[in-house]
């Protein structure tokens, strides 16, 4: 089971959220359970093709829980269809403060928090990022994508990589979990390594100690050429774990403090953090990898890599967080920068960050986001934005329909299993049974 293969690279290759299902799904939304004095409880009766999906999987034990959430408008708590254990031995129910990896689907926070910097101009959203990092001011591009990094196979960068860029995956960085050439290995024994996954010692995840410091990764990656010339192509990369970097250097704190005291602390998003406190160990769910169709336990609660603090917060990936924590940070988002009443980002920040960001010009022929758009961080096309994790979580907002929803669980690769293209097709019944009961 190669790392590599963790990345959920045919869910990438399709959108969000199709939009027939969720077209489909505005006109019954509305009509649903979804008031505020009926808090979380579960609609299960509402999706039936929905909770039947998340159930024959728990039942069949192919995941320990699938816990899927819904919310509407500002409404303060998303309601939630399914259910499940935090682990497959566990008789502990999940519900909306259990804990998850959610990898990847850190990455629209890492975009937002720069958005925050943009906004009060202490960013330019195409500002050269050597202005902060001087290090990345002479980089050089592999000539013949993902070959050899020596002098014969490299020149310089055309143009200089910005805070766009980064936010877009298009500033030629590369990705030990994505590139295949040398690059990997030389950034394994560099410490270029961005997200944990388990201290179990299983062949192929282990891709080296990371740097010491932010600071240190930032430094040490700037060592080696870009796989692609900035602001031509899209390829998924280290673009936004670099960002962090960016972010606490122009807002002169650490990065894992400025998400705290700026996103975490004012959206009420208290279970939020890149590791799990002790006191929180009790809710934290396993995570699992599939093989061969069997799950077996890669990262347990009980001994995770993630109940210490790592080498450095990581903005592409490293979160853990819960149903209810990310549902706030999507309703936030969905009220265009307020919590309610609170106002956490400008409305423009948001109305940017959830855009489409792509350099004019970029080359999306062939890569998993052709036909597309990228905000801050997340996918953008048609009104939704959002990403997905590479344990399987997903998450969204959609502002045509006033909707945020996502989908926890915890197995890797995400790939392994359809759930993703099965929860859109049950999503699809059941507001299809629902306008036919309405219209009877």
Request: net charge negative; charged share 20%.
């Amino acid at each position: 089971m190669a790392y590599r293969n963790f990345a959920n690279i045919d869910f990438s290759r399709r959108s969000l959220f199709r939009g027939s299902a969720f077209a489909a799904a505005g006109a019954t939304l509305a009509s649903l359970p979804f008031g505020r004095e009926l808090l979380a409880h579960s609609v299960d009766e509402s999706w039936p093709n929905v909770a039947a999906m998340a159930k024959r999987y728990v039942d069949e034990k192919k995941v320990a829980q699938m816990y899927l959430t819904f919310g509407w408008g500002q409404d303060d708590h998303a309601h939630h269809v399914g259910g499940g254990t935090l682990a497959l031995n566990s008789q502990q129910e999940v519900d909306e403060n259990s804990l998850y990896r959610i990898y990847s689907m850190t990455k629209p926070i890492t975009g937002m928090a720069a958005m925050i910097l943009i906004d009060e101009g202490k960013l330019g959203l195409d500002q050269p990022i050597y202005e902060f990092l001087p290090a990345y001011k002479d980089m050089m591009v592999q000539v013949e994508y993902d070959g050899a990094i020596t002098e014969d196979n490299l020149e310089p960068a055309k143009t200089p990589i910005t805070v766009r860029h980064l936010l877009t995956h298009t500033a030629g960085i590369g990705y030990g979990i994505i590139q295949k050439g040398p690059i990997v290995e030389a950034y394994n024994n560099a410490g270029v390594v961005a997200g944990r996954v388990t201290r179990l010692p299983i062949p192929g995840i282990f891709r080296g100690d990371p740097a010491p410091s932010l600071e240190a990764f930032a430094d040490e990656l700037a060592k080696f050429p870009l796989v692609l010339q900035p602001g031509t192509k899209f390829s998924y990369s280290m673009g936004l774990d670099l960002l962090g970097r960016v972010i606490e250097v122009a807002a002169g704190q650490p990065f894992d403090e400025f998400l705290k005291e700026r996103i975490f602390g004012p959206c009420g998003m208290d279970s939020t953090a890149f590791f799990v406190a002790p006191e929180n160990v009790d809710r934290f769910t396993d995570n699992y990898g599939l093989l061969n169709g069997s799950a077996f336990p890669i990262d347990p609660a009980a001994s995770s890599v993630y109940l210490e603090k790592g080498a450095f917060p990581t903005g592409g990936a490293g979160l853990v967080s819960s149903p209810k924590d990310y549902d706030r940070f999507l309703r936030m988002l969905l009220g265009y920068g307020k919590l309610g009443d609170k106002r956490v980002m400008s409305e423009a920040a948001v109305r940017k960050g959830v855009s489409n960001l792509f350099p004019e010009g970029t080359d999306l022929v062939g890569t998993w986001m052709e036909g597309q758009g990228h905000g801050a961080g997340g996918r953008s096309v048609n009104g939704t934005f959002g990403w997905g994790g590479a344990a399987g979580t997903l998450a969204a907002v959609d502002y045509n329909l006033n909707l945020r929803a996502c989908l926890f669980t915890q197995y890797m690769p995400s790939d392994a299993l359809p759930i993703r293209d099965e929860y859109m097709a049950a999503l699809e019944a059941d507001t299809a049974a629902m306008r036919a009961k309405k219209v009877a």
